[in-house]
């Protein structure tokens, strides 16, 4: 659909110097699609480093980042600061954010637009928890997330939406093709009716939850997911494989 796509990986709080340095030199070595788009979320201390290890074709985002600038916010981190160490994206609102943190939509809110007013590139996270969904109210957690955020966008194409159910996050239970394309359908419309045609067209809609070298040519097939954020896979060297599915 003339979206590029887009293949996230989110370490989460893993990792360390020996290690980051072995999967640089894995993926470095490897053959890579360079069609696809790819970022790293590593943790905020290792940003530095991981930007002087990976190839330079693979981008790098922190995985949180605060709504100011810079200030007496003992443990924060800035976009400010993100960008100085060479990284250009930052992933907010993520369900663990969101749910173990206890991070509300309107603070998600104001990180989104204090990152873009920064410059950084934002991965914004969506996506409803197992008792939502079996309630039927996923599309309305979904929406009230995605209004959340959108209140707050000035430039679309500094956005990627990310769509990870809850209960697919590091469960081994992915959603299937169809439950995660209906949903990335649903997003895109709902980005047609709020925002506009162009950028409901424009703007990628990635998947994440489970996803793995088995089951991502699968997905990526799907009209409207335009790539991934993976966790535990994205810290192994087989992570080529699911930035190279759509070959
Ligand atoms: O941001 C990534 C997601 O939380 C997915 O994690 O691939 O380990 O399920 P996972």
Sequence with gaps: AGRRFLVGGNWKMNGSKASIA?????WGAAKVDDNVEVV????????DYVRQQLPASFATAAQNSYKVA?????GEISPAMIKDVGADWVILGHSERRHIFKEADELIGEKVQHALESGLKVIACVGELLEEREAGDTQKVVDRQMHAIAGHVSDWS???????PV?????????????AQEVHANIRAWLKTNVSEDVAAATRII???SVKP???VELSKKEDVD???????????DFVDIINCTR
């Design 22 to 26: 072995e999967l640089a030199k894995a």
């Design 40 to 47: 790293i979320g590593a943790p905020a201390l290792y940003l």
């Design 70 to 74: 810079s200030g007496a916010f003992t």
């Design 158 to 164: 500094r956005v990627v939406i990310a769509y990870e």
């Design 167 to 179: 209960w697919a996050i590091g469960t081994g239970k992915t959603a299937s093709p169809e439950q």
């Design 207 to 209: 998947y994440g939850g």
């Design 214 to 216: 088995a089951n991502c």
């Design 227 to 237: 790539g991934f954020l993976v966790g535990g896979a994205s810290l192994k060297p």
